[in-house]
């Protein structure tokens, strides 16, 4: 039927004839032979064979499938002489084919194991499907194995084909299969075609009229050469490393070692799609993100190359062939089929260029005269300890990759902390530059000193003012006064202004020691503490003295030749220490309505000070003061004054009464039998309520010491917080006579 | 198989880089370049879709555009009912490259195949270096229809395969037609016909045996 020879124009007879020229005419197909020499020279080729194999063992003997392979090479070489005799076609190409009687014509437990299959998953389908199902798979068995011995296998594919179609007509059509669902025909075909093929797998599988075998052998060279390429030479990022990628790599070529275990097209199939699912996890893996055709391709490669299938290229033949093209063309599997044909056929047509190497490094590589040792490669050969080698170099190469970036890192870091430095110290400066830094004088609170200067300066506002007249004080039986203190901030010039000096505030009622008046400030606040029939005389008086002496203190308070007392202050400082500045931040408006006014600037001392030391003790008057009292002006002048500074001229120091000195925090109220002060009547200095600063008390106490003419009773305290009692008394009284005044 | 229902074999031709898979799983999946994407490939993916009434199955083949592979291509074509070419407007070796597919599509495939010329990117216009109107010349002469997309912003990648996919469709029908008028002359290999004569033989045989069941 078909010419092997080239056919020319013109055909002379001779080319007709046989070979050998025995004279008989040759056929193209019996190689130019005549029949009769045809058969002597397949008898001598086939001596020549036997020995050939007998001489030659195969070279690869340490892999069982290359042992596999040689066998059914021996047996399909036998084979293959025993037709040649009988052989009743001319038809055939290539070296031979079975015989029909070799073929398994007995149930094998395949079939059994297959009937068995369908009996599990199809019996509900009923007897009809079965029957017909089964009819078709072995009219096809039949047909197949017909076809097989008398055409050449691609054409046998067609006809296989076209059974598959004619079964899925029959199945979509035909009313034995109308109560079917389109879901398990789909199966039932599928099932269809594992069954026959499964049968006719020993046939139809690497047949021995193909040179299937040969490519097997040729790529599995071709792969073996190809060893030394690795993921980098492809150009796809899988890691040799990783152990994860590793694992999945692995899996990916068990599936496609997987390919060869089964026998229907379509169970290969499956496992092409397993092992390219594996290689899509890899890249997953290794790259993220949705893989796409241009990644999965080299990698695909890469397994093959590693894995190196055995039968390789028959398994693919014979899936091209006898698969359903109907499910070949569509889904997934044919899509991943597809793409190990390219794999399969970009290996088969490597060159340097498709590795973007150079020609010399290719052929290097091809040749072994370089060599690269891959931990892949290492992995594959027997030899542990080369593998781990391998591995550990690789890792070696990756961590010091990682360390190299590590310290590319820390130099970065140091940089930018250097950067950040200096960007920091030019902030500074520049700041600093911007704003330099000037030293103000430091702010002194305004210390009492200084407010005191200043008052010390102004002639005190507050002039005291003898509320009582001799004759009242004369008057009254027993007058009660208290004693009312009157701080003098006595010697400017002896003080300097940094000494602090501290008058207590009291409510001036009572006329001012006029004796003091050495510039001295008399501040003081007296009150009066008068028993109510005695006040309302006194106001009178009060009134008087007001008129007569407080105007002029009104005028020039700061003469302080005469300082009435006009307005009274009745600013009790209760704390003795505490450093209330209000005093003076409310001067100037007290000023105006009251030139009265005392500062009495109270600061918190320089130096502690102790009430108990307080200077001023009223109550310190319990017998001196009453012998005083109704002396004279002066004596009661002297009450107020204080002890502070005071002159000699004070009364109480004139009279070297040291209890006054003693006296207690002035403030302590006064239990009222106190009255017997009363004789002093208003003179009776208050209590002061601050303390002197240690200097004024030394000299008082000196002075104390000095006067002690009287021994300092213990009760001297107690009628000191007595009088305090009645100063406050007196002092409400006080107020309300200068209200009435105004 | 059944009337209405077609499986279109798509091939997804391109340069590297030029966007195949942006392309591809903006239309699948309508995102782009984000993590959140489900499928694990983007080299084989199916679509259904509803034409007039026609349920058509997409099937997308996407192809590895390196250079080094492009000897495989006739692999992947092989049985395509269309191919979307790909180039990327804003490089111009890649339209080239356009034209050496077509060639070789038509040289595979015949007219069979439905072609569809896709311009990506248009999102980076300013920096287009493939002119629209050489590219509608060159598409109109090979029978091809040309598309702008951008899958980026998501512009006119649906209009591509419902174009192709019409345009499979028509040439479904062509095809139907004069494939019944051809019937069992020439086309196919003449063993065919024996075949079809050894058909014949099982159906009735097996008739034959239903109707004595």
């Known amino acids: 039927m078909y010419a092997t020879k080239q056919p020319s124009l013109r055909i002379k007879q001779a080319d007709l004839k046989c070979k050998n020229g025995c004279g008989y005419y040759g056929n193209p197909d019996w190689g130019g032979y005549c029949s009769k020499c045809y058969r002597s020279s397949m008898e001598k080729d086939r001596h020549h064979r036997k020995s050939d194999h007998s001489r030659s063992p195969v070279p690869g003997f340490s892999k069982f499938e290359e042992k596999k392979r040689q066998q059914t090479d021996k047996k399909s070489k036998y084979l293959s002489f025993a037709p040649v005799v009988f052989r009743r076609t001319s038809a055939a190409k290539d070296v031979g084919r079975p015989e029909r009687h070799h073929e398994p014509r007995h149930t094998n437990p395949e079939m059994e194991k297959l009937e068995l299959e369908y ?53 979509n059509s035909h009313e034995i299969y109308s109560k079917m669902e389109q879901e398990t ?36 060279r071709r792969i073996r050469q190809l060893s030394w390429v690795n993921a980098h030479h492809l150009d796809c990022c899988i890691s040799e490393t990783s152990m994860e990628v590793r694992d999945l790599v692995y899996a990916a070529i068990t599936h496609l070692l997987g390919m060869d275990s ?14 390219c699912q594996s290689v899509v996890e890899v890249l997953r893996h290794c790259q993220g993100g949705p893989v796409s055709a241009d990644e999965f391709l080299p990698a695909l490669i890469f397994v093959v190359l590693k894995a190196n299938p055995a039968r390789l290229k028959s398994n693919i033949l014979y899936v091209t062939r006898f698969c359903n093209d109907a499910r070949l063309m569509q889904g997934e599997g044919g899509y991943y089929f597809t ?39 290492s992995a594959l050969v027997a030899c542990e300890g080369m593998h781990q080698l391998c591995e550990h170099l690789a890792e070696l190469k990756g961590l010091s990759e990682r360390m190299d970036s590590v310290q590319e890192g820390t130099l970065n870091l140091r940089e930018t902390m250097e950067a950040f430095k200096k960007e920091i110290n030019a902030k500074v400066i520049e700041i600093r530059e911007s704003t330099p830094l000037i030293i103000k004088p430091r702010k002194i609170p305004i210390s009492l000193d200084k407010q005191d200067s200043n008052a010390a300066n102004l002639p005190s506002p507050l002039a005291p003012t ?118 003076a931040d409310e001067l100037t408006p007290e000023k105006k309505k009251s030139p009265n006014f005392m500062v009495d600037p109270f600061s918190p001392l320089s130096g502690p000070c102790n009430i108990s030391q307080s200077p001023l003790i009223p109550s310190s008057a319990t017998d001196a003061p009453i012998a005083s009292s109704s002396t004279s002006r002066e004596l009661t002048n002297d009450n107020f004054v204080l002890p502070f500074k005071t002159e000699d001229s004070s009364l109480l120091n004139t009279q070297g009464n040291a209890s006054i000195v003693h006296l207690p925090s002035p403030i302590k109220p006064h239990t009222p039998h106190y009255s017997g002060f009363s004789m ?19 000299l008082v106490q000196q002075r104390e010491s000095e006067a002690t003419t009287s021994g300092i009773g213990d009760n001297s305290k107690k009628e000191e917080n007595k009088s305090n009692e009645k100063v406050v008394k007196v002092l409400g009284g006080v107020l309300d006579t200068i209200d009435k005044l105004f | 198989m059944a009337n209405n229902v077609h499986d279109f074999k798509v091939v997804l031709v391109g340069e590297g880089c030029v966007g195949k898979t942006s392309l591809i799983l903006r239309y699948i999946e309508n995102t782009f370049n984000s993590n959140h994407i489900t499928t694990v490939q983007a080299s084989f993916l199916k679509k259904k879709l509803n034409i007039d009434g026609q349920r058509v199955n997409l099937a997308i083949w996407d192809t590895a555009g390196q250079e080094q592979f492009h000897a495989l291509g006739p692999l992947y074509y092989r049985n395509s009912n269309g191919a979307v070419l790909v180039y990327d407007i804003t490089d111009a070796s890649s339209f080239p490259k356009v034209k050496v597919w077509v060639k070789e599509l038509r040289k595979m495939l015949g007219n069979d195949v439905c072609l569809v010329i896709v311009g990506n990117k248009t999102d980076l216009e300013k920096e287009r270096h493939v002119s629209l109107e050489e590219a509608e010349q060159y598409s109109e002469a090979v029978g091809a229809i040309h598309f ?66």
Not at chain 1, 194 to 215: A, G, Q
Not at chain 1, 344 to 369: D, H, K, P, R, W
Not at chain 2, 163 to 171: A, F, S, Y
């Open chain 1, 185 to 220: 025909k789909d199966h039932l075909i599928d099932f269809f075609e594992k069954f026959s093929m499964t049968t006719l797998y020993s046939i139809l599988f690497c047949p021995h009229t193909t040179n299937d075998e040969e490519k097997d052998l040729a790529i599995q």
């Open chain 1, 119 to 171: 009996m599990s998953t199809y019996i509900h389908l009923g007897r009809h499907v079965r029957d017909d199902f089964f009819k078709f798979v072995k009219f096809f068995n039949v047909n197949i194995r017909n076809e097989m011995n008398s055409r050449p296998i691609e054409e046998v594919a067609v006809v296989a084909q076209k059974y598959y179609n004619f079964f899925a007509n029959r199945i």
């Open chain 2, 148 to 213: 702008q997309t951008s899958a980026k912003l998501d512009e006119g990648v649906e209009d591509v395969f419902l174009g192709l996919t019409n345009k499979m469709l028509e040439q479904a029908a062509k095809q139907h037609s004069r494939n019944e008028t051809l019937e069992r002359q020439g086309s196919q290999r003449r063993n065919v016909i024996i075949v079809d004569d050894e058909d014949t033989p099982p159906p009735a045989s097996t008739r034959q045996c239903c109707s004595h069941f």
């Open chain 1, 466 to 583: 003898v509320v009582n007249s001799s004759s009242i004080l004369s008057e009254q039986s027993e007058p009660i006064t208290i004693p009312i203190t009157i701080d003098t901030v006595a010697d400017e010039t002896d003080e300097t202004t940094t000494q602090t000096h501290f008058y207590t505030q009291n409510l001036a009622t009572q006329e001012l020691n006029l004796m003091d008046s050495k510039k001295g400030k008399l501040q003081l606040d007296i009150t009066p503490c008068l028993p109510t029939e005695t006040l309302k005389q006194s106001q009178s008086n009060e009134l008087l003295a007001y008129d007569t002496q407080s105007l002029d203190g009104f005028i020039t308070p700061d003469d302080g030749s005469l300082l009435g007392l006009s307005n009274i202050n009745y600013d009790i400082d209760l704390s003795d220490l505490s450093a209330d500045n209000s005093v």
């Open chain 1, 339 to 377: 793409n190990l044909c390219c794999a399969v056929s970009f290996i088969e047509n490597l060159t340097a260029e498709s590795l973007n190497m150079s020609e010399e490094e290719f052929q290097g590589y091809m040749t072994g005269t370089i060599t690269s040792v891959s931990a892949w490669e």
């Open chain 1, 262 to 275: 089964v026998k229907a097209p379509q169970e290969k199939l499956s496992y092409v799609v397993r092992c």
């Open chain 1, 680 to 698: 002093q009547g208003v003179q009776i200095p208050s209590i002061p309520c601050n303390t002197g600063d240690y200097s004024s008390l030394n």
